[in-house]
Nanobody
Framework: QLHLVESGGDLVQPGGSLRLSCAAA????????IGWFHQSPGKEREGVSC????????YYPSSAKGRFTISRDNAKNSVYLQIRSLKPEDTGVYYC?????????????????????WGQGIQVTVSP
């Protein structure tokens, strides 16, 4: 089990922006594809983005395209999720997750079962 740590969560007004960070502790992220997941209270964890091991390929569900941007800096051992034009429905816990493969894995990337290791999650609240 790898140790991932999310940061950057906050209380934000609708229309605002946030950048979440995912850092690795004790290992290097450059051997893993990394996904970001969002979980609202009472709902299943859903994938909002994924980035390939070298950063050349990124994936988003249609609901996230245009507002979510995933990036990585392997030199800093970190992956980021920029969220713009935040909406109240973006509220919830955001998790980063790692999978030991070069690419996110086609259509299956958005399933939580596609990833092996998870961070503890970070709360994002979007409210006036």
């Amino acid at each position: 089990q790898l140790h991932l740590v999310e940061s950057g969560g906050d209380l934000v007004q609708p229309g605002g922006s946030l950048r979440l960070s995912c850092a690795a502790a004790g290992f290097t992220l450059d051997s893993y594809s990394i996904g970001w997941f969002h979980q609202s209270p009472g709902k299943e964890r859903e994938g909002v983005s994924c980035i390939s091991r070298k950063g050349g390929a990124t994936y988003y569900p249609s609901s996230a395209k245009g507002r979510f941007t995933i990036s990585r800096d392997n030199a800093k051992n970190s992956v980021y999720l920029q969220i713009r034009s935040l909406k109240p429905e973006d509220t919830g816990v955001y998790y980063c997750a790692a999978a030991p493969r070069d690419y996110c894995g086609g259509d299956s990337w958005s399933r939580a079962s596609s990833f092996d290791s998870w961070g503890q999650g970070i709360q994002v609240t979007v409210s006036p």
